[in-house]
């Protein structure tokens, strides 16, 4: 058995050069099918997801046009993280920035209104009232009420609605339109869900300029990245920063390479704390902690709609597991790594038993009969992080990992890319499975996740 172990290690370290040709071949073709996308793709997560699997394409082609593309972008946006106030494509902001003021209408019995967002709770009572200020007074007068919301209804004779949130427990801050809420007690207002350059789905693009960092050792570049996570690390909370999964892979790759390329360990210690808020911490409330990760099958929820149920979103997946490389990659001098490299190994081979014959994943893991279309973003993510835990010895020299590389590879240069060099099999954006894909779905950032597992598949050498 020993032998056997030791040829398999010396296979997998031994690239074959004609395999490599032909991988970087399938990588070029998608590339020079997007690049002219590339000068106009707005800021945000999906270009972010294309920029950084361009780079990954970049360091194992050498292809001068994937490096150039890469830095006009980021020039165009001077290397700030996306969601900057008037920025192009930002998405800082869903309904109107939620603002605090004086009560409205110079009622004073509650000392402070915040506009545009509503806040949820355990329930204390609803009732239909005709001004915030009889919303606040009934508030007041219902035991255990704290929190409360005024909704107008247009064309309403009482007014609007309010909403009654108790004290137990904490409390949600959802954005809605012309909502009034406020509270009745002294102290802060409940924590706001973050947005503009705090959203996680605009710090991805921060993985990028660390990657151009690392190849001109231009401080600017890491500015706007550093005085974010800077900004967050001095709240001292990370309550409300990733409230569904695919915020890991957003954050972390950011994270763990400023990290890497700074060594400064707040930065893994921010990581680290955000992680366990919503992946690890027990009893999940949608609110202040998530529980993303199942234990019993070794799989990360979307969010907290689906916690105590058995639906596992394919690309949701594939996003942890391209979080849990990034940390463990860029980590090694990290002190929670060893942490980060038990749940990828229990979740790769995780995945590895749901792939399909194929070698592809589905949108709902754990139900492919209902969905039984192969997935490209899931898939990618699924090939890159698998290729990786084979290169760096994470997972053991069992030729199934080997072989569902090989497969998982195989869908996606012969399925997910189409005769004209475009990736299809692309789920659109989203936050669960869904049938809402087909030969001809494609993305940037499914673009982006297939040049990632090229990049991988081409270093693993296979």
Same mark, same amino acid.
């Given at each position: 058995?020993?032998?056997?172990?030791?040829?398999?290690?010396?296979?997998?370290?031994?690239?074959?050069?004609?395999?490599?040709?032909?991988?970087?071949?399938?990588?070029?073709?998608?590339?020079?099918?997007?690049?002219?996308?590339?000068?106009?793709?707005?800021?945000?997560?999906?270009?972010?997801?294309?920029?950084?699997?361009?780079?990954?394409?970049?360091?194992?082609?050498?292809?001068?046009?994937?490096?150039?593309?890469? =830095?006009?972008?980021?020039?165009?946006?001077?290397?700030?993280?996306?969601?900057?106030?008037? =920025?192009?494509?930002? /998405?800082?902001?869903?309904?109107?920035?939620?603002?605090?003021?004086?009560?409205?209408? *110079?009622?004073?019995?509650? /000392?402070?209104?915040?506009?545009?967002?509503?806040?949820?709770?355990? =329930?204390?009572?609803?009732?239909?009232?005709?001004?915030?200020?009889?919303?606040?007074?009934?508030?007041?007068?219902?035991?255990?009420?704290?929190?409360?919301?005024?909704?107008?209804?247009?064309? /309403?004779?009482?007014?609007?609605?309010?909403?009654?949130?108790?004290?137990?427990?904490?409390?949600?801050?959802?954005?809605?339109?012309?909502?009034?809420?406020?509270?009745?007690?002294?102290?802060?207002?409940?924590?706001?869900?973050?947005?503009?350059?705090?959203?996680?789905?605009?710090?991805?693009?921060?993985?990028?300029?660390?990657?151009?960092?690392?190849?001109?050792?231009?401080?600017?570049?890491?500015?706007?990245?550093?005085?974010?996570?800077?900004?967050?690390?001095?709240?001292?909370?990370?309550?409300?920063?990733?409230?569904?999964?695919?915020?890991?892979?957003?954050?972390?790759?950011?994270?763990?390479?400023?990290?890497?390329?700074?060594?400064?360990?707040?930065?893994?210690?921010?990581?680290?704390?955000?992680?366990?808020? /919503?992946?690890?911490?027990?009893?999940?409330?949608?609110?202040?902690?998530?529980?993303?990760?199942?234990?019993?099958?070794?799989?990360?929820?979307?969010?907290?709609?689906?916690?105590?149920?058995?639906?596992?979103?394919?690309?949701?997946?594939?996003?942890?597991? *391209?979080?849990?490389?990034?940390?463990?990659?860029? *980590? =090694?001098?990290?002190?929670?790594?060893?942490?980060?490299?038990?749940?990828?190994?229990?979740?790769?081979?995780?995945?590895?038993?749901?792939?399909?014959?194929?070698?592809?994943?589905?949108?709902?893991?754990?139900?492919?009969?209902?969905?039984?279309?192969?997935?490209?973003?899931?898939?990618?993510?699924?090939?890159?992080?698998?290729?990786?835990?084979?290169?760096?010895?994470?997972?053991?020299?069992?030729?199934?990992?080997?072989?569902?590389?090989?497969?998982?590879?195989?869908?996606?240069?012969?399925?997910?890319?189409?005769?004209?060099?475009?990736?299809?099999?692309?789920?659109?954006?989203?936050?669960?499975?869904?049938?809402?894909?087909?030969?001809?779905?494609?993305?940037?950032?499914?673009?982006?996740?297939?040049?990632?597992?090229?990049?991988?598949?081409?270093?693993?050498?296979?």
């Amino acid at each position: 058995m020993a032998g056997w172990v030791l040829v398999v290690v010396a296979a997998l370290a031994t690239p074959s050069h004609g395999a490599r040709a032909d991988v970087l071949g399938v990588a070029k073709r998608v590339f020079d099918a997007f690049k002219p996308a590339y000068s106009t793709e707005p800021c945000g997560w999906m270009a972010g997801t294309l920029m950084l699997g361009t780079m990954q394409y970049y360091k194992v082609s050498k292809n001068p046009e994937a490096l150039a593309a890469v =830095q006009a972008w980021a020039e165009r946006f001077d290397y700030q993280l996306c969601g900057q106030p008037g =920025q192009f494509g930002s /998405s800082a902001l869903n309904v109107g920035q939620p603002t605090r003021g004086d009560p409205p209408g *110079g009622d004073d019995s509650c /000392s402070v209104f915040e506009a545009n967002v509503s806040f949820s709770g355990g =329930q204390a009572g609803a009732a239909h009232v005709d001004s915030p200020g009889n919303c606040c007074r009934l508030c007041q007068s219902t035991p255990k009420c704290k929190y409360f919301t005024f909704q107008p209804v247009a064309g /309403s004779s009482v007014g609007g609605s309010c909403w009654l949130d108790a004290t137990e427990g904490p409390v949600k801050v959802v954005e809605v339109a012309g909502a009034l809420s406020g509270w009745t007690t002294g102290g802060s207002a409940p924590p706001h869900s973050p947005k503009g350059v705090h959203m996680a789905n605009n710090q991805l693009c921060g993985a990028t300029y660390v990657e151009l960092y690392n190849l001109d050792r231009n401080e600017s570049h890491l500015t706007s990245a550093r005085a974010v996570f800077d900004a967050e690390l001095a709240t001292n909370s990370s309550s409300n920063y990733w409230s569904w999964v695919d915020a890991l892979f957003m954050s972390m790759n950011t994270l763990a390479r400023l990290a890497n390329a700074t060594n400064e360990s707040k930065y893994t210690e921010l990581q680290h704390r955000n992680f366990m808020t /919503s992946a690890l911490l027990p009893g999940g409330n949608g609110i202040d902690r998530y529980s993303f990760w199942n234990d019993s099958v070794s799989l990360f929820y979307r969010d907290d709609r689906f916690l105590g149920t058995d639906i596992f979103w394919g690309r949701g997946n594939g996003w942890a597991s *391209g979080a849990l490389v990034a940390a463990i990659e860029y *980590g =090694q001098r990290d002190s929670h790594r060893a942490q980060y490299v038990y749940f990828f190994q229990r979740h790769i081979d995780k995945l590895v038993s749901l792939a399909g014959v194929d070698g592809a994943l589905r949108p709902s893991l754990l139900h492919p009969t209902v969905y039984p279309r192969g997935e490209t973003t899931s898939t990618a993510n699924f090939v890159s992080a698998l290729a990786f835990g084979l290169r760096e010895n994470l997972v053991p020299p069992d030729p199934k990992y080997e072989a569902a590389v090989r497969k998982g590879w195989d869908w996606l240069a012969t399925t997910a890319l189409q005769a004209n060099g475009t990736v299809g099999w692309c789920q659109p954006g989203g936050g669960s499975p869904e049938n809402n894909y087909d030969a001809g779905s494609t993305s940037d950032f499914c673009v982006g996740d297939f040049l990632l597992a090229a990049a991988e598949v081409v270093r693993l050498g296979i």
